[in-house]
């Protein structure tokens, strides 16, 4: 493989790698969320927002870290065939899978940009109670979307590079 498809590879992987560990910690953000609306639902008047902003890291949660669990193969994949074929066999089918995901993250990203563009345009708001402007979650999503694009396009060279026998590290 050429020596930018490597960099790219490393850049992407560990731009994602170091994303993808500080976006596991939202987690903890949403919790605390849930928690203080319990607490305010049982104990005091209870809160607007909450609900929606624990919806909203949940979104971001699980978008922005896509690409990182692309990364770490934590993808759902269904193994009635694939466990038993060969590395090559497994990594030319990654690469055609791949290509096809690939359509499909710039169709979703295509939509995601058009719509955050929407949401700026027109000040979008969302029609719950608390009433929060929309582009910024939009923009998260675009964000995690392209950043899954990334990560595929440099499974898809691992994969290719696999699929001929050879290795990018």
Do not use: C
Not at 30 to 56: H, N
Not at 69 to 76: E, R
Not at 142 to 168: N, T, V
Request: proline share 2%; net charge positive; no cysteine.
């Amino acid at each position: 493989m050429a020596n930018y498809i490597k960099i790219y590879v490393r850049l992407v992987d560990k731009m994602n790698y170091v994303i993808g560990r500080i976006t596991m910690f939202t987690i903890f953000v949403m919790v605390g969320v849930l928690f203080y609306s319990a607490f305010t639902k049982t104990f005091f008047t209870p809160s607007l927002w909450t609900y929606e902003f624990a919806q909203f890291i949940m979104v971001a949660y699980f978008l922005i870290g896509g690409a990182y669990s692309i990364q770490l193969h934590g993808h759902v994949r269904m193994d009635l065939l694939y466990g038993g074929w060969s590395k090559r066999t497994q990594n030319r089918w990654d690469s055609v899978t791949s290509l096809i995901t690939i359509a499909y993250l710039i169709l979703l990203l295509y939509g995601g940009i058009h719509s955050l563009i929407y949401a700026i345009s027109y000040g979008e708001r969302s029609y719950s109670i608390w009433r929060p402007y929309m582009w910024p979650i939009k923009l998260l999503m675009s964000l995690g979307i392209f950043l899954m694009l990334l990560q595929l396009i440099s499974q898809f060279f691992k994969d290719l590079a696999g699929a001929i026998g050879k290795e990018i590290s």
